[in-house]
């Protein structure tokens, strides 16, 4: 056996993290706009079925069902359409379904704000929108804080199934080099392991990070 | 002279439940009026039908001669300040900041103009040096006081008080009811309702007293009080009387301490 342990090993697993990085960011984006439009049609616009029922349906169906089928449904089903690269049906793939995710939470924050918040925005001659915009969003941003971090470290680990469609990420390099190898298994995934662990931790002190800033007195006791 | 609001003949059910059956009331520029009645007995709908955070079923609401509809309700809250039972101050905006928030953006003031000015309406409810302080930093009765400075800051036309110290430990609502006898005798035009027997004789111009959604009798706080026309009046304000003390508040001028 060879050891795995060369500089252009490491650096083959450092660009494998930052595909991983780069897939995260995308779909990080994605699921924070469209769940975040999610969430305040579901709080915030008429309750007509044919406005809240596709949500609802689109909700179930993409929480529903495991990842990979995701993946995969995107990935060849699409390919047969379009001219889509694995990165971006990845990206679009998971980012649906972080929307989906997100949308949760964000719903829940919103419904968080006490009704009395917007009650005497109104009163004073806030539009709708504005007061939402001015009132309950930051309320909510702050209470949505918490189950994001969840959520962060939950797509971040999502990312390493991206290579069932063909996507060369950080978990699949890995593997990569064991094979290589022919063995040294427990060293490459805890290399590989602990590349996963700092970003995770690092994503999350600055998530506290940000939640103790925006904290105000009161903020506990008012949830 | 033009009344400040005229309320004609509101009337409001929600489902089966018919809580207004025809209220006409109105307010003349400083005048104080205080809405009593018993528990359901719609003073609050009522209330929050003239600024259409509830929608009336039927019945029409003049603000200085124009009526109050869905196309203009927006602009006309500018005008109206609403004091709320539970306050309902902005729980992550300090005390400053709660003031100051309808001054920036709503009438789009100048930041330094908008803060002396909510400081000015701050220093008015004796509440200055609490203005970085948030709201579960005060107390009730501080709360409220911060809630009616809010109102004061965008100079209403009219002031809708709806309970305002039904929320507050007793020995809270005096600051509260100080600071309203002190508005009222400077010549606000407050409607209030609430139970406070001691303000309502000391400063209100008119008693109006309801029950299952009418206006039972009105007239000035002495003559319901010593000699009500109807029975259910009487009544009502006997059960009030009992326990309150006999001397309301006193007007005073100029700031007193939180």
Same mark, same amino acid.
């Given at each position: 056996?060879?050891?795995?342990?060369?500089?252009?090993?490491?650096?083959?697993?450092?660009?494998?993290?930052?595909?991983?990085?780069?897939?995260?960011?995308?779909?990080?984006?994605?699921?924070?706009?469209?769940?975040?439009?999610?969430?305040?049609?579901?709080?915030?616009?008429?309750?007509?079925?044919?406005?809240?029922?596709?949500?609802?349906?689109?909700?179930?169906?993409?929480?529903?069902?495991?990842?990979?089928?995701?993946?995969?449904?995107?990935?060849?089903?699409?390919?047969?359409?379009?001219?889509?690269?694995?990165?971006?049906?990845?990206?679009?793939?998971?980012?649906?379904?972080?929307?989906?995710?997100?949308?949760?939470?964000?719903?829940?924050?919103?419904?968080?704000?006490?009704?009395?918040?917007?009650?005497?925005?109104?009163?004073?001659?806030?539009?709708?929108?504005?007061?939402?915009?001015?009132?309950?969003?930051?309320?909510?941003?702050?209470?949505?804080?918490?189950?994001?971090?969840?959520?962060?470290?939950?797509?971040?680990?999502?990312?390493?199934?991206?290579?069932?469609?063909?996507?060369?990420?950080?978990?699949?390099?890995?593997?990569?080099?064991?094979?290589?190898?022919?063995?040294?298994?427990?060293?490459?995934?805890?290399?590989?392991?602990?590349?996963?662990?700092?970003?995770?931790?690092?994503?999350?002190?600055?998530?506290?990070?940000?939640?103790?800033?925006?904290?105000?007195?009161?903020?506990?006791?008012?949830? | 002279?033009?009344?400040?609001?005229?309320?004609?003949?509101?009337?409001?059910?929600?489902?089966?439940?018919?809580?207004?059956?025809?209220?006409?009331?109105?307010?003349?520029?400083?005048?104080?009026?205080?809405?009593?009645?018993?528990?359901?007995?719609?003073?609050?709908?009522?209330?929050?039908?003239? !600024?259409?955070?509830?929608?009336?079923?039927?019945?029409?609401?003049?603000?200085?001669?124009?009526?109050?509809?869905?196309?203009?309700?927006?602009?006309?809250?500018?005008?109206?300040?609403?004091?709320?039972?539970?306050?309902?101050? *902005?729980?992550?905006?300090?005390?400053?900041?709660?003031?100051?928030?309808?001054?920036?953006?709503?009438?789009?003031?100048?930041?330094?103009?908008?803060?002396?000015?909510?400081?000015?309406?701050?220093?008015?409810?004796?509440?200055?040096?609490?203005?970085?302080?948030?709201?579960?930093?005060?107390?009730?009765?501080?709360?409220?006081?911060?809630?009616?400075?809010?109102?004061?800051?965008?100079?209403?036309?009219?002031?809708?008080?709806?309970?305002?110290?039904?929320?507050?430990?007793?020995?809270?609502?005096?600051?509260?009811?100080?600071?309203?006898?002190?508005?009222?005798?400077?010549?606000?035009?407050?409607?209030?309702?609430?139970?406070?027997?001691?303000?309502?004789?000391?400063?209100?111009?008119?008693?109006? *007293?309801?029950? !299952?959604?009418?206006?039972?009798?009105?007239?000035?706080?002495?003559?319901?009080?010593?000699?009500?026309?109807?029975?259910?009046?009487?009544?009502?304000?006997?059960?009030?009387?009992?326990?309150?003390?006999?001397?309301?508040?006193?007007?005073?001028?100029?700031?007193?301490?939180?």
């Amino acid at each position: 056996m060879l050891s795995p342990i060369t500089a252009s090993n490491i650096w083959f697993l450092i660009k494998g993290l930052g595909v991983a990085l780069e897939i995260l960011a995308a779909l990080l984006t994605i699921g924070f706009l469209v769940g975040g439009a999610l969430a305040m049609v579901q709080v915030y616009a008429p309750r007509k079925w044919y406005i809240q029922g596709p949500i609802r349906v689109f909700d179930r169906i993409v929480r529903g069902i495991p990842i990979l089928l995701l993946l995969f449904t995107f990935y060849f089903g699409l390919s047969d359409v379009l001219n889509i690269s694995p990165m971006l049906a990845s990206i679009v793939a998971l980012g649906i379904r972080s929307s989906a995710y997100q949308a949760q939470i964000f719903r829940s924050a919103l419904l968080s704000v006490p009704p009395g918040q917007l009650s005497a925005a109104k009163a004073m001659g806030f539009t709708r929108p504005h007061a939402i915009w001015t009132i309950a969003i930051p309320l909510a941003f702050r209470y949505a804080l918490g189950p994001w971090t969840n959520e962060f470290s939950s797509e971040l680990k999502a990312t390493s199934l991206v290579y069932v469609i063909g996507v060369s990420e950080l978990t699949n390099r890995a593997s990569t080099i064991i094979s290589n190898a022919g063995g040294y298994i427990l060293l490459v995934f805890a290399v590989t392991a602990l590349l996963y662990f700092v970003v995770n931790k690092t994503g999350n002190s600055l998530l506290y990070g940000l939640e103790a800033r925006l904290r105000f007195p009161g903020f506990e006791r008012a949830n | 002279m033009t009344d400040v609001m005229a309320a004609t003949d509101i009337t409001k059910s929600f489902g089966s439940d018919q809580v207004l059956r025809g209220i006409s009331m109105s307010l003349k520029k400083g005048e104080t009026k205080v809405l009593l009645g018993p528990s359901g007995s719609g003073k609050s709908t009522f209330l929050r039908c003239i !600024n259409r955070l509830t929608l009336p079923d039927s019945g029409r609401v003049t603000l200085s001669g124009v009526e109050v509809t869905t196309d203009n309700e927006t602009n006309m809250r500018r005008r109206i300040g609403f004091v709320f039972q539970e306050f309902n101050l *902005f729980m992550h905006l300090t005390a400053l900041d709660n003031v100051r928030v309808s001054l920036v953006k709503i009438k789009k003031m100048p930041k330094a103009e908008a803060t002396a000015k909510a400081r000015a309406v701050l220093e008015k409810v004796g509440l200055a040096q609490k203005e970085k302080s948030y709201p579960a930093e005060l107390s009730g009765g501080q709360q409220q006081r911060v809630s009616i400075a809010r109102a004061l800051a965008m100079d209403p036309e009219l002031i809708l008080f709806d309970e305002p110290t039904s929320a507050l430990d007793p020995e809270l609502t005096q600051e509260v009811v100080q600071v309203m006898a002190d508005l009222s005798a400077e010549g606000m035009t407050m409607l209030v309702v609430s139970h406070e027997m001691g303000f309502a004789r000391a400063a209100a111009d008119e008693l109006v *007293f309801m029950e !299952n959604g009418v206006v039972v009798e009105t007239g000035p706080p002495e003559k319901l009080f010593t000699a009500p026309e109807a029975e259910r009046t009487r009544s009502f304000l006997r059960l009030l009387s009992d326990g309150e003390p006999a001397q309301g508040p006193v007007p005073t001028s100029g700031a007193r301490d939180g």
